[in-house]
């Protein structure tokens, strides 16, 4: 019986930032404090979740619906997410897998979990590197506005900081940003940098096996 852990997703967020972004993230290895590191010290990722309160509930459990009808092109995918206990990546999001849900229970908003991660990388909780990224996993789709004032509360809350995230990674089932935290503009000005990146069917299939794998 597969045991939940957390490094499905660190694996997961391993291979989006290698497969969409390229090399330069090839070599990050999956340790603690900060979730991804690279062996030389240049950078230090930490890896988390945000999901609004209660969103859990709502979501059909895979443990609550295994005797429903689903479509024949899409069996093998949920046959495959009642199998492992996870199912993000597949179905565009829509079902958690029984030990998939155990990660998302007890997540943050947004907003709260970056507070969090922003106080902790200050502190010098995950230890030193050259750089640090955070890479959030966000169950819900975020606008492009939204996007937009993530960057610029999360810019406004460490602006003072010595230590502090150059980068943040928003990672949804279907679309990755990148965002430039050392650029950003609360009043919107074209130093706002971030870039979206489309993540495909045939990527997100790819993903989720390769961070099965032990």
């Not at 902790?120 to 996993?137: A, M, R």
């Not at 460490?158 to 430039?180: A, E, F, P």
């Amino acid at each position: 019986m597969r045991k939940f852990d957390t490094c499905f997703f660190e694996r997961y967020a391993k291979l989006t930032l290698e497969i969409v972004l390229g090399d330069a993230y090839s070599a990050l290895i999956n340790e603690d404090r900060p979730d991804l590191q690279m062996p030389d010290g240049s950078l230090g990722i930490e890896v988390t979740r945000a999901m609004e309160p209660r969103k859990d509930v709502a979501q059909n459990m895979l443990k609550e619906m295994a005797g429903l009808t689903v479509k024949d092109e899409d069996k093998a995918e949920v046959d495959e997410i009642i199998r492992s206990g996870y199912g993000y990546g597949l179905q565009d999001g829509r079902f958690i897998g029984h030990l998939e849900y155990e990660y998302w229970r007890l997540a943050l908003p947004l907003l709260r979990i970056i507070e969090s991660k922003v106080s902790k990388v200050g502190s010098g909780f995950y230890g030193e590197f050259d750089e640090y990224g955070l890479y959030i996993f966000c169950k819900d789709e975020l606008t492009q506005e939204e996007v937009k004032l993530t960057m610029e509360y999360t810019f406004e809350l460490q602006k003072h900081l010595d230590v502090r995230y150059s980068k943040m990674y928003l990672s949804m089932i279907n679309r990755l940003y990148v965002c430039d935290l050392s650029a950003v503009n609360p009043l919107h000005h074209p130093t706002t940098k971030y870039t979206s990146y489309e993540i495909t069917r045939r990527m997100c299939k790819e993903f989720f096996l390769k961070s099965l794998d032990r």
